[in-house]
């Protein structure tokens, strides 16, 4: 068996609403230096059998298809 | 300046029906061995100067008080 | 073609750390006065045909199945 | 004390990968005739006092800013 981690976050220059709110409540309870907060998804993928590069890219293909959108995220994967 | 990742997940034992959804998509699509996803939270957390253990504390109490709800999410912190 | 929406929110004994995160942030952008925010989902779901008491169990099972966790989230049907 | 909802949907012109998910998920489940499903967030927003008209652009205000990001969602007010 094997696990890969899918994490997805929205592109650089997409605004971020909630990673904001979460910088705005820091100063407020007294956490001081917080300077950005980005909020994205992170997928466990666990898929039975060996991970061959075959297999890899089936996973790189589902994390396109329904863990991202390219439009508007980036991802990454990370064999664990 | 640092960047702290936090990852926030569904505890093991509470049920991640958007993960079901995807291992449910998975068949369809036509990806085979797909055994489970989770679905969790990623946050990507800048602080301004150097990162020592108290620094690293405060990200840590700002992960329990606005990341994460302990009682049913566990979430892990790497410093990159 | 019928629209059923579904609202899934946490449930109230359960802490929302994300809206905690938002009231955090109003005092400090001038927002005065709000008292609490709660965080949810809302899914939008589109249905062929006419929408009876038959298929409106089966989107009600769905929202159980694959939307919603009912040990720590409410969830409510809409037709719209 | 006033209440109001406010529901984020991403832009109908922007792929939901989640929604597809569940769509896909469904077949395999069972449920017919599902077309399509988007998923959005909902937010339940507390205010003290009564909610003129000033206060509810101060809401709207609120939703541009830390629920939505208005290039890629829309969003929708709704006083309960």
Redesign the interface.
């Known amino acids: 068996?094997a696990r890969v981690v899918v994490?997805?976050?929205l592109k650089p220059e997409?605004?971020?609403?909630?990673?904001?709110?979460?910088?705005?409540?820091?100063?407020?309870?007294g956490?001081e230096?917080?300077?950005?907060?980005?909020?994205?998804?992170?997928?466990?993928?666990?898929?039975?059998?060996e991970l061959d590069d075959a297999?890899l890219a089936?996973?790189r293909?589902?994390a396109e298809?329904?863990?991202?959108?390219p439009?508007?995220e980036d991802f990454e994967l990370r064999v664990e």
Chains 1, 2, 3, 4 share one sequence.
Not at 38 to 45: A, D, L, N
Not at 65 to 69: D, G, I, K, Q
């Open positions: 068996m994490d997805v976050m997409i605004l971020d609403p909630q990673g904001q709110a979460i910088v705005g409540a820091c100063g407020r309870l956490f230096g917080v300077t950005q907060v980005r909020q994205g998804k992170r997928f466990e993928v666990e898929i039975e059998g297999r089936d996973v293909r589902l298809t329904l863990l991202a959108n439009v508007i």
